[in-house]
């Protein structure tokens, strides 16, 4: 099972074991990552959700797709080129080791 790990502003991080397949958002809440609360229940509706993959990892994780980049304009904190809503990542093996930053004000 991968091990995903969410970085606050303060740089405290918590790392998470996801069941392959998992939703990311889904993981973090119920884990209750500050800053992710997923209000739509994963319905691309609301965008608290929002993270932001460490750089080193964004082409693995890959782009929004495009509803999915339309709802990130409405992010209460800073969208940033790689930013993503977790409600649409699952885990892979492949992204072991994934630190996703989650904005101040998500
Ligand atoms: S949970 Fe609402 S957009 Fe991701």
Redesign the pocket.
């Known amino acids: 099972m991968p091990i995903i790990t969410w970085r606050d502003a303060n740089g405290s991080k918590t790392s998470i074991e996801v069941d392959p397949g998992a939703n990311l958002?889904r993981a973090a809440v119920a884990a209750g990552i500050d800053g992710i609360?997923?209000?739509?229940?994963?319905?691309?509706?609301?965008?608290?959700?929002h993270v932001v993959p460490d750089a080193a990892w964004a082409e693995r994780v890959g782009p929004a797709g495009v509803m999915e980049d339309e709802?990130l304009d409405m992010v209460e904190g800073q969208r940033m080129p790689t930013s993503r809503?977790?409600?649409?990542l699952q885990a892979r093996d492949d992204l072991e080791g994934l630190i996703l930053d989650v904005p101040v004000a998500s």
């Open positions: 958002m609360y997923g209000d739509c229940g994963g319905a691309l509706a609301c965008a608290t959700c709802m809503l977790s409600c649409q």
